[in-house]
Nanobody, 119 residues
Framework: VQLQASGGGLVQPGGSLRLSCAAS????????MGWYRQAPGKQRELVAT???????SYADSVKVRFTISRDNAKNTVYLQMNSLKPEDTAVYYC??????????????WGQGTLVTVSS
């Protein structure tokens, strides 16, 4: 299963960005999709996740400002980021867990997309 992320870039503080991540391959079902981020010199951290039933969870630092959503028909997850702060600067990675058509469980990561919040 492959994940292709897009939508990163440079934005001023207070601005918005929308990330997208599409999963492709021999997918039978997707249980959960999510976004993680890794800032320079820091460990990768959870940003937000969403299950196939639409249940969401967020890191405290992004609650209210970020919204995760998914299009099950397109196997795509989105992350709408508003009121961005310089501390949101990081490489954002998408993740997906589920089952393949071969009956195997998968846990895949996208290539990462850089988000830079700076004036």
């Amino acid at each position: 299963v492959q994940l292709q992320a897009s939508g990163g870039g440079l934005v001023q503080p207070g601005g918005s960005l929308r990330l997208s991540c599409a999963a492709s391959g021999s997918i039978l079902s997707i249980h959960v999709m999510g976004w993680y981020r890794q800032a320079p010199g820091k460990q990768r951290e959870l940003v937000a996740t969403i299950t196939s039933r639409g249940s969401t969870s967020y890191a405290d630092s992004v609650k209210v400002r970020f919204t995760i959503s998914r299009d099950n028909a397109k196997n795509t997850v989105y992350l709408q980021m508003n009121s961005l702060k310089p501390e949101d600067t990081a490489v954002y990675y998408c993740n997906s867990e589920g089952w393949t058509t071969l009956g195997a469980k998968y846990d895949s990561w996208g290539q990462g997309t850089l988000v830079t919040v700076s004036s």
